[in-house]
């Protein structure tokens, strides 16, 4: 296996979706780890997922060499419209992930210019930041139909043949599922 796996994509970009694929090749994966316990949760894990990691992918490639990073995209639109689903309906943040949300997006509450802003930023900076270096950023559209095939040639590994598996469609995330998660990570 390799030395870690990144998905560095932002939440609603299909960041639980790759989670779970990443599971089923046979990676310890975890889905939106605390930050302040990431270092120490990396110790244990072979790939982790979501806005924790994305906003500290520069990081994780100097402290991780060799490490490959798979950075989830979609439309703006639709993700526009999803994060505003789910910051609408969502607790309200404390402590690390309130500062999450105002170190990426620069606002605690859902506003579309800032976070409109915030996700071509993102986009823009990993693309830079892995400029010249095919073998080690993968960009994938998991809503345009991408998944195992792009994957498993981007870690050179057999394609499971297992359907694609489109996890937290609508931004529901049961705490059934958050522990089924934790369960097999």
């Given at each position: ?5 990144f ?10 979706s ?28 072979h790939?982790a997922?979501?806005t ?9 490639d ?11 995209v ?8 999803s ?8 607790r309200?943040?404390?402590g ?9 997006y ?5 506003d ?8 071509l930023?993102?986009y ?9 270096r ?11 139909g991408?998944?195992?095939g ?8 057999p ?21 089924f998660?934790?369960l097999?990570?």
């Amino acid at each position: 296996m390799l030395n870690k796996i990144f998905g560095i994509g932002l939440s609603r970009t299909g960041t639980t979706s790759l989670t779970c694929a990443l599971r089923s090749l046979g990676y310890k994966a975890i889905h939106y780890p605390p930050v302040p316990r990431l270092q120490k949760i990396l110790s244990r894990y072979h790939a982790a997922t979501d806005t924790p990691v994305a906003v500290r992918f520069a990081e994780l490639d100097r402290d991780y060499p060799g490490s490959k990073f798979i950075l989830t995209v979609r439309d703006v639109d639709g993700w526009l419209a999803s994060t505003r689903k789910m910051w609408a309906r969502n607790r309200k943040k404390k402590g690390w992930e309130l500062d999450l949300r105002y170190a990426l997006y620069g606002t605690a509450e859902w506003d579309r210019d800032k976070f409109s802003d915030a996700y071509l930023r993102h986009y823009h900076n990993v693309t830079e930041y892995f400029k010249g270096r095919p073998d080690d950023l993968l960009i994938l559209d998991i809503f345009k139909g991408q998944g195992y095939g792009e994957i498993c040639k981007f870690l050179n590994v057999p394609d499971p043949g297992l359907k694609f598996p489109h996890k937290n469609k609508t931004g529901k995330i049961r705490m059934r599922d958050i522990f089924f998660f934790h369960l097999l990570g």
